[in-house]
């Protein structure tokens, strides 16, 4: 079997595929499968992987491209659909809207109907979070955010925000939000945010939710929907997703490196050495 994994790539020619694990049914030899999560070790060439945890890719989707979608669609889809249900008429906010997340989520969230605001830091990402599906884009090292939304909405605020960045913006999430609106803090790139005092959702009537992919992938169905929906999503073309950068295995030390320096948008994959 292929096996692709947080950050890693199927590798299409296996040289020596022996067999499954006892007692797998519906699995052969050449399958190709995918997984996002646990567990870890996907900074590699082969991986023994539970059953339970693998998913089949179907042929419609490039091996790159299941590489890099399985974490970061599932994550939007649960955030989308199940976290917070986003329907056409809502205004939403995306932080890190070039990133690997932020871009699916402008993207399936246009195709919701919804009202999509982005922030990003720079030019080059502001035009990729304007094609990806974002209506307004702030690019917040020269925009006031908080002023920006503001004036999008009329003063009315944002149904619901997804921030991954954490420490640096859930302070300005919260005061974007409209009465009764959603923070789904979901990362923490710029580092754990602070404790927030209930009186801060108070004033407003807001919920706040810090979820994790794990806990609504947990069962097999849960895991099956998500990825089928990211699937389904990607052949219809609701959601393009961009390998805008690969790295191989031998050289996988500079990736997170590039991540944590902001050289990268879209999503980054590990190739095989043996691929290259
Ligand atoms: N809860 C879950 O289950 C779950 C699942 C998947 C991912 N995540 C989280 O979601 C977040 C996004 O993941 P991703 O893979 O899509 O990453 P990413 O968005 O491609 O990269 C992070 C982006 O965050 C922005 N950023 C703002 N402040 C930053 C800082 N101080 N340091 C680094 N980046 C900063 C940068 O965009 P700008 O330059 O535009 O600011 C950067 O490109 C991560 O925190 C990840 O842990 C959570």
Same mark, same amino acid.
């Given at each position: 079997?292929?096996?692709?994994?947080?950050?890693?790539?199927?590798?299409?020619?296996?040289p020596s595929p022996q067999t499954v694990g006892p007692g797998l049914t519906g699995g052969k030899v050449g399958d190709v499968v995918a997984y996002a999560g646990n567990p870890m070790g996907s900074y590699a060439q082969e991986q023994i992987l539970p059953a339970s945890v693998a998913i089949p890719v179907p042929p419609s989707v490039d091996h790159k491209q299941a590489a890099?979608?399985?974490? &970061?669609?599932? !994550?939007?889809?649960?955030?989308?659909?199940? *976290?917070?249900?986003?329907?056409?008429?809502h %205004?939403?906010?995306?932080?890190?809207?070039?990133?690997?997340?932020?871009s699916l989520l402008c993207q399936w969230a246009n195709?919701?109907?919804?009202?999509?605001?982005?922030?990003v830091s720079n030019e080059e990402k502001a035009?990729?979070?304007s094609q990806d599906g974002c209506h307004h884009v702030i690019i917040y090292t020269k925009e006031d955010v908080v002023a920006r939304? &503001?004036?999008? !909405?009329?003063g009315k605020g944002l149904n619901v *925000?997804?921030?991954?960045?954490?420490?640096? %913006?859930?302070?300005?999430?919260?005061?974007?939000l409209a009465p009764r609106g959603f923070l789904v803090s979901f990362g923490q790139s710029s580092g754990k945010p602070d404790p927030i005092p209930m009186s801060?959702?108070?004033?407003?009537?807001?919920?706040?939710?810090?979820?994790?992919?794990?806990?609504?992938?947990a069962t097999r169905d849960e895991l099956l929907e998500s990825a089928g929906e990211v699937f389904a999503n990607i052949a219809n073309g609701v959601l393009r997703v961009r390998v805008n950068h690969t790295y191989l295995l031998s050289e996988a030390a500079r990736a997170p490196a590039d991540l944590e320096g902001r050289k990268t948008s879209g999503s980054i994959v590990l190739i095989p050495d043996t691929d290259s």
């Open positions: 079997m292929s096996i692709s994994g947080r950050g890693s790539t199927p590798r299409p020619r296996c890099s979608v399985m974490l &970061k669609g599932m !994550t939007a889809h649960v955030l989308l659909r199940r *976290v917070f249900k986003v329907e056409s008429g %205004t939403i906010l995306v932080h890190a809207a070039a990133g690997g997340v932020g195709a919701l109907g919804a009202t999509v605001i982005g922030t035009a990729q979070a939304v &503001k004036e999008i !909405t009329s *925000v997804y921030d991954s960045v954490g420490k640096d %913006t859930y302070k300005a999430s919260i005061e974007c801060d959702l108070a004033s407003k009537s807001l919920f706040l939710t810090r979820p994790s992919l794990m806990h609504y992938t």
